[in-house]
């Protein structure tokens, strides 16, 4: 696959504050990227810099080959950017707003209105193409500045939290839109502190946090880190052999509060037969499985939950 993004070293302070801090990204044509970390993280100033629209104080990036450079915007016109807040114009019609943002990026009047209608359509707002977004749910608003970015036909495109405000119903449409674009080979980056979008839509997950990528990886590769893969929970009749479950291959830690037992795995498969045989006499009435997740892989690398990270 061509890789679509490049960039390397970004750095970025406000002050004293430092925001980012040697951030490389590469990101591949059909590729989705998702750049998860907490509130503060430093997601939009680094997508900022990959844009254009904040100029790094280090590093460099690179376009489908091209540097971003600030005097010129060949490279900048391969970019599609859905900001963490809406832009829109609230008292021009849906397809207005389109027709506008083709303008701007030198569509002529006649392509601007073909896109538009184009991608009202995919975004499923057709009927609505003659409607203020004023009047319009976030989802909806959301959608339309999903088109807004596309109408250049970008081959990256940067999503900064774009489920924000958004209904369940609004966001798997979100959802199934970036399915589509990815087929269609875009490259994109998505930024979110939910660690269930970026299981569910990423090819490759980019945990950052104070500035700095923490981890990066497929998620099975991520998950893969950990020593704990799986924990079980059992609720048990008679008291287990304790010494012969620690003692068991696969088994990582224990815990046995009366009849409660808490076991951490690192491989259920493994761990499976001897737990059996371990626990056939003590009359097991329920069993609770939990597999790690990407919020295990964030607690381990930085000691603090994904969603108590509040940095600001
Ligand atoms: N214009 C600015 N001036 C001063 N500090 C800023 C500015 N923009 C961001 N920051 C600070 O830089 C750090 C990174 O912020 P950034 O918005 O990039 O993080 P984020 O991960 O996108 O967070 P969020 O999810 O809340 O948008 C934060 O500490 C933030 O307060």
């Known amino acids: 696959m061509d890789t679509v993004l490049e960039a390397q070293g970004l750095h970025k302070r406000y002050g004293e504050r430092v925001a980012v801090q040697a951030v490389s990204l590469q990101v591949r044509a059909g590729e989705l990227v998702a750049l998860l970390g907490p509130n503060g993280a ?6 900022g810099m990959v844009s254009g629209l904040l100029r790094p104080d280090a ?3 690179r376009v489908a080959g091209a540097a971003l450079d600030q005097a010129t915007d060949s490279a900048k016109r391969r970019i599609g950017l859905v900001p963490q807040e809406i832009a829109l114009f609230e008292d021009l019609s849906a397809r207005t707003n389109l027709q506008v943002l083709g303008g701007l990026y030198g569509l002529d009047r006649a392509s601007a209105t073909a ?4 991608l009202l359509a995919w975004v499923g707002l057709s009927e609505r193409a003659k409607d203020k977004p004023a009047h319009f749910s976030g989802g909806m608003k959301r959608r339309l500045n999903i088109a807004g970015a596309l109408m250049h036909d970008p081959d990256l495109i940067l999503l900064d939290e774009p489920t924000a405000g958004v209904d369940p119903h609004s966001r798997n449409a979100i959802f199934e839109l970036l399915e589509q674009l990815k087929r269609q080979g875009k490259a994109l980056i998505y930024t ?3 660690m269930e979008e970026a299981e569910r839509l990423a090819d490759r997950i980019v945990i950052i ?6 981890a990066e990886g497929r998620l099975p590769e991520l998950l893969a880190q950990l020593p704990v893969a799986q924990t079980l929970s059992l609720q048990l009749s008679a008291p287990p052999d304790v010494a ?3 003692a068991l291959p696969g088994v990582l830690s224990l815990r046995c509060e009366g009849l409660q037992l808490q076991v951490g795995l690192s491989n259920l498969d493994l761990a499976a037969a001897g737990l059996l045989q371990a626990l056939a006499g003590c009359g097991v009435q329920q069993v609770h499985s939990a597999r790690a997740s990407l919020e ?8 603090r939950a994904l969603r108590d990270g509040e940095m600001r």
Do not use: E, I, M, P
Not at 115 to 118: E, F, G, I, N, V
């Open 42 to 47: 430093g997601k939009s100033s680094t997508v």
């Open 59 to 61: 590093g460099q990036v």
């Open 115 to 118: 896109r538009a209608d184009a």
């Open 192 to 194: 979110t502190h939910y």
């Open 209 to 214: 946090d104070h500035g700095q990528v923490v």
């Open 244 to 246: 012969a479950l620690r």
């Open 296 to 303: 295990d892989v964030f607690l381990s690398l930085t000691g």
